[in-house]
């Protein structure tokens, strides 16, 4: 009995420290990324809290080399965009773009056009380039832009 | 003493690495295999339940994993903006539209389509049941063609294991246990318990990207 119990203890022991080594053995330094994004949603009015937050994630994952994770520089450009600091923004598309190989098509696309929209306002949106306004149809939306 | 002290955490993690291998049929992963993508875009999530927060909070969960696992993920809120601007604010609208012309507006490989069909507490005498489902489909930009796609059930009660009731599952139910309080059940860890469970799951999951490295070494990775 007391043998079996011991058994069960070490086993919820082995599981507990090997799923918590699994949860640390991140490869990049999300910080608390998800939630952020979430309070975000929930209180879309906080904006400035929220580039403050990004800002912070961006900041504490740049100390290590290669561990800022995928579209975090990007995310927090597109924050200071809206925060009305697109030449910041524009920094921060270039740092995703030289990090990210992957990025560049977007990130050529959005510095293009928050440029063209720093220069000429009021321009196209900064998607610009995007498809253009969904149709009656669901689908169509994409559908629509020539090839 | 000392060889039972050995022998009792080796079991252990012997009867652990059997729990896992022991989940669902393997996948067919060729046409995967075929696409090789290199970037992840996750689109805006589909809501077929009444939560007007479940979409938000969903989504926000899905970098996190996606990414780890070794692949380029765009930044879901940016993307989720940018296709507002233009008109498809509505998640139904992106999911039905054509795989291969949203990949090439992003430059994407591929695209992560997520629904979620039940969120839902509840609420019992002495406790709440809280459900979460999701429906996970990956499309190639190229073909447009389906490479990958999971469902996923995470039922939370306490007092009542969820998951397959491996020990890993049943921890991790504990852990959730906490969370849920019979007030404001916190969908969070459900959700990613949940992502963490589909994505990570070796024989179904997906597989590990160009990033990671496990790529090529898991069924499904690599070329």
Redesign the interface.
Known sequence: MAGDR??IL???????S??AGCASK???L?GD???V??S???NPQDSERYLERLGQIVQKAEVEKDKV????Y??Y??ALF?AGRPDEAITYYKK?REE?E?????MDK?IRNTQRLKENRPGP???G??????GTT??A???G?AK | MSRRRLL??L???L??CLGCAAAPPKKDYTAFRAANP??ILVVPVVNNTTNV?AP??F???L??PV??R?????????VK???E????S?P??VH???TG??CN?????SVLYVSIEAWTAQYMVFSTQVTVEFDYVMKDGKTGDTIWKEHKRVVYAPQQQSGGGS??AS??AAAVQAAVTKAAPNY?PLA?QANAEVINTPGVGLPAGP??KEYGKDPGSGK
Request: net charge negative; aromatic share 12%.
């Open positions: 011991l058994r070490l086993l919820v022991i082995v599981a507990a090997c799923a991140r490869a990049y999300w990324y998800d939630s994004l979430y975000h949603y929930a994770p995928p579209g975090l990007a995310e450009g597109y809206e995703e990210w992957e990025s560049r098509v977007f959005m949106a900064p998607g380039e995007l498809p253009p306004p969904a669901p689908g939306a994409l559908a832009e | 009792l955490p079991l252990g993690f009867l652990l290199r970037s927060e938000g909070l989504l926000s969960t970098p996190i990414g780890e070794g692949y380029y993920v765009f930044p879901v809120n940016m903006r940018v296709l601007d233009e008109g498809l509505d139904n609208l039905t539209a054509d012309r949203l507006l992003f430059g994407a490989d020990p890993l921890l991790v969070m990613r990033r990671s």
